[in-house]
Structure formats: C-alpha cells, structure tokens
C-alpha cells in the first residue's frame, strides 16, 4: 500500500475514533442501581405490604389487550397497562376501555428503542409524544414511565424525572414474550411473587392470557390483594392542588403541571406558557427569562417582579409578581394572574374543571 495512504487512513480512523468517544451517551445503569440512586423516583417494588400490581406492557393490540381486560373485569381486578405510541395511534377505542374500566394507563415510549442509543431529545420525544396522544384520547396526564427493557442511563431518569414521570420498574419477571406456556409463566411469577411486588407481563402471548385466571385466584388465596401502580406505591398527590391550563385555546401538557400554591396562587411553567402564545423567549440568563411579546415589546422576569420594555429599551413599566417566581424540575413557574397582567391576556378561571383560559384578545 502507499504510504501517504497508510498515514491517511490512519488519520482518518483516528478522527473517527475522537468522534465515537465524544458521542458515547451516558453509561448505562441496571434496573437495582436505579431504584437505589433515585429513591422516590425509580421504583422496582412497593412497599411490604399483602399487594402486589400486574402490569402488562407493549400494549394495546386488537386480540391479547381485549381478552385480558375480559379476564380482569370478570375477576373485578385492576390493572397498569404501559402503552407503546404508535401502537396506541392505530386502537384509541382500546386505550378509552382501559381507563374507562378502572386500569391505569402509563407510558412505555414511542416505538419500544433502545432508549439508552438515543440522544437526550429523542429520548425525550419518544415519551412527549406517547404522554400527548394518551392525554388527547383520554383527556388525563399519565404519571408513570416504563423504559423499554427496562434499560436506562442518566439521560433518560433525568429526561423522564423532568416530564413529571415515576419511573417504573417491576420485581418479578414472568418471561412471558420467550413464548413459554401457562404452567411456565404461573411458575415464573408464583415462584417469586412477595408483597409489594410489581409483576410485568405482556400483551402478546398465549401463555400470559392462559394462565391469568389461575394466577388471580392463587395470588388471592395467598392473601394478596391485587392493586394498580399508584394504589401500591402509595404516592403523596394531591389531585386537588393540580390545575389544568389552556392557552388560545390548547391545554398545556409538558413539561409540568401547572399548580396551586399554599395561598391558593396558580403558578404556570413560564416558558412553555410563553410559547404557546407564539412569543419567543429571547434569552435566560441565570435567574432572568427574557421574552419577546407583541410588537417587538420586551418583558424582563425577575424573581419578583417583570419589566416591560419599549423597542429602543425605555422602560414602559415594572409589575410586581403577586407571589415569587418558582423553579420545578427545572421549569421557572410564574403566578398567572402576574403572566396574564403582563402579557395583557384575557383570564378565565373555571372552578369546576380547575382550567384557568388564558385568551390573547
Ligand atoms: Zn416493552
């Protein structure tokens, strides 16, 4: 060979190399080193009490998700089902049955990658867009997130965490995918079920379905009681502090949720709200958001309070925030009644529904 093109090719592994090195994401963690480094938020059981949750994943389709539900609601049984996206796009009327019958619904990402490969904005894409499709057929946000294979980095805990998301995990694993039979599957799960245990099934095979009556019936002659994911962990929410917002007519759905303080204040996500008004955030600096409304008019957020600006940077005035701005999981959230007096919108407060109506005029 040429000994210019030995060199170059040398050349060119080695900038191939440096750039396979600078793209490895973070390292991968197992599913015990997760649940012990994020307590409160990665969750592999629930507490050791005579529960346990089924959960099914890779859900819905049209034979195995409607005969299980036919199971579980003759058995008056509870359920969590995690939904893949764009399996969910194509049977909307399975996804309405399952909470209409009482199941929980939860996010298991967009098409089941490898999420670990994935970048930090894909991995958050792929639950954004499967938490959105099942607010818009169900008109509820989902709370808990189940990494496909349960395989997880940094990325995608903190990416899941920011969204609002448990994590869940499972303790016992029935290997029902490998295609075993019922007896195999019953094994599986009866050899290892403890209290507190979340047990992962799937939707798709016939040993899962074959053996879901027996498995109730000996889970209940044990004593368990069987529970759905936030009955068994038992979460602090509190559904009555939980505000739904609506600007211009859209509902905001990531990347938090909007909520009322202790002295009954509605605090909003400051940027995504501003960009649902189809303003632009110009800057944030530190503690300062700069956004950019009408007419090239420019709004300083401090902490407790907004400057409004003039093009050509004169002050046209200073509006004290009627309670201090916030940061929750990374967002800077604004008391609205401040947002709406700054950006001169219209608000609506619906008590019924708890859905504050922000409206440009
Ligand atoms: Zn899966």
């Known amino acids: 060979m040429h000994r210019g093109l030995v060199l170059l090719s040398i050349t060119v592994l080695q900038i191939v190399s440096c750039f396979i090195t600078a793209a490895v994401p973070a390292a991968e963690i197992s599913m015990g080193e997760a649940a012990a480094r994020y307590p409160g938020i990665v969750f592999l059981n629930g507490k050791s009490e005579l529960k346990v949750a089924l959960t ?186 939980v505000i739904h917002l609506v600007v211009n ?28 008004l189809g303003c632009e955030i110009k800057t944030a600096r530190g503690d300062t958001i700069i956004a950019v409304i009408q007419n090239h008019i420019t709004v300083e957020f401090y902490n407790n309070s907004a400057h409004i600006y003039r093009p050509g940077n004169t002050r046209l005035s200073k509006i004290i925030m009627e309670e201090p701005v916030a940061v929750k999981q990374n967002n800077v959230m604004v008391p609205v009644r401040s947002l709406a007096k700054i950006m001169g919108l219209e608000l609506v407060w619906h008590g019924k529904t708890k859905t504050v109506i922000l409206t440009q005029p």
């Open 249 to 276: 007519g859209r509902e905001l759905t990531a990347p938090v949720s909007p909520y009322l303080t202790d002295s009954n204040r509605t605090m909003v996500p400051l940027e995504s709200t501003i960009k649902l």
């Open 56 to 241: 099914f994943d890779d859900i819905p389709d049209p034979y195995y998700t409607p005969a299980i539900l036919d199971i579980l609601n003759q058995k008056n049984v509870q359920a969590t089902f995690f939904v893949i996206g764009n399996k969910a796009r194509n049977y909307p009327e399975i996804i309405k049955r399952i909470v209409d019958e009482g199941h929980c619904l939860a996010n298991h990402s967009w098409d089941h990658p490898y999420l670990p490969r994935l970048s930090a904005r894909d991995i958050q894409d792929q639950i954004v867009s499967t938490g959105s499709l099942l607010f818009n057929i169900t008109g509820s946000r989902t709370e808990f997130f189940r990494p496909p294979y349960g395989a997880m980095n940094d990325m995608v805990i903190t990416a899941a965490n920011r969204l609002g998301y448990k994590i869940v995990l499972w303790s016992v694993d029935s290997n029902d995918w490998k295609g075993y039979p019922p007896e195999r599957v019953l094994q599986n799960i009866l050899g290892a079920v403890k209290p507190g245990a979340i047990i992962l099934q799937h939707c798709g095979n016939d040993g899962t379905l074959k053996s879901l009556d027996t498995l109730i019936d000996t889970l209940r002659q044990r004593g368990y009681d069987l529970v759905t994911i936030p009955q068994l962990l038992q979460l602090e929410s509190n559904p009555q502090k």
